[in-house]
T-cell receptor
Framework: GQQVMQIPQYQHVQEGEDFTTYCNSS?????IQWYKQRPGGHPVFLIQ?????EVKKQKRLTFQFGEAKKNSSLHITATQTTDVGTYFC????????????FGPGTRLSVLP | AAGVIQSPRHLIKEKRETATLKCYPI?????VYWYQQGPGQDPQFLIS???????DKGSIPDRFSAQQFSDYHSELNMSSLELGDSALYFC?????????????FGPGTRLTVT
């Protein structure tokens, strides 16, 4: 079945440094979603990418969907302590795209 | 804005007991998803419902069942609980069954099986 991989598993950065997490799928994705889960919290939807090569920005966050629609990345510029949490990518479980399989997540720690 | 409501927030049960988790989706949302998240793990999809019908099934054990009611709330019934069932159970809701609708997660129910 559909598999979504993410690297790195953990990332520790100094506040102000940049951070990138990568998501790879075993199959072509119709779309990909990104979620953030703060420690002790629940996943919160960040963004959805649909088009090949799509790039979307949300303030210091830049999301990219690969040309082949099999990989994606999330880049955070100048991290802040509020960025701490686990970032998950999620791809559709099947061609209908209604349900998603989550990647293992990248846990980000930001040292002040 | 109204969010997804889950009850109870915490639940402690003994092995072989049963548990029922409830989920109230955001008003007008017609799709509900259930996830299980173990410590340090990603959410594992269990089951989903669209318009009161089961729409997809993931890694839900046979000991578990779920349904979506006429008011769109959903319940996850868990029987013969095992120690390994201890986890956070999230419910999420979305609007419609079209591709890629964002899911709004509830705060979760933390189940501890002793």
């Amino acid at each position: 079945g559909q598999q979504v991989m993410q690297i790195p598993q953990y990332q520790h950065v100094q506040e102000g440094e940049d951070f990138t997490t990568y998501c790879n799928s075993s199959t072509t994705l119709s779309n990909i979603q990104w979620y953030k889960q703060r420690p002790g919290g629940h996943p919160v939807f960040l963004i959805q990418l649909v088009k090949s090569g799509e790039v979307k920005k949300q303030k210091r966050l830049t999301f990219q969907f690969g040309e082949a629609k099999k990989n994606s990345s999330l880049h955070i510029t100048a991290t802040q302590t509020t960025d701490v949490g686990t970032y998950f990518c999620a791809g559709p479980r099947d061609n209908y795209g209604q349900n998603f399989v989550f990647g293992p997540g990248t846990r980000l720690s930001v040292l002040p | 804005a109204a969010g997804v409501i889950q009850s109870p927030r915490h639940l402690i049960k003994e092995k072989r007991e049963t548990a029922t988790l409830k989920c109230y989706p955001i008003p007008r949302h017609d799709t509900v998803y259930w996830y299980q998240q173990g410590p340090g793990q990603d959410p594992q999809f269990l089951i989903s419902f669209y318009e009161k019908m089961q729409s997809d099934k993931g890694s839900i054990p046979d000991r578990f069942s779920a349904q979506q009611f006429s008011d769109y709330h959903s319940e996850l019934n868990m029987s013969s609980l095992e120690l390994g069932d201890s986890a956070l159970y999230f419910c999420a809701s979305s609007l419609g069954d079209r591709i890629g609708h964002e899911q709004y997660f509830g705060p979760g129910t933390r189940l501890t099986v002793t």
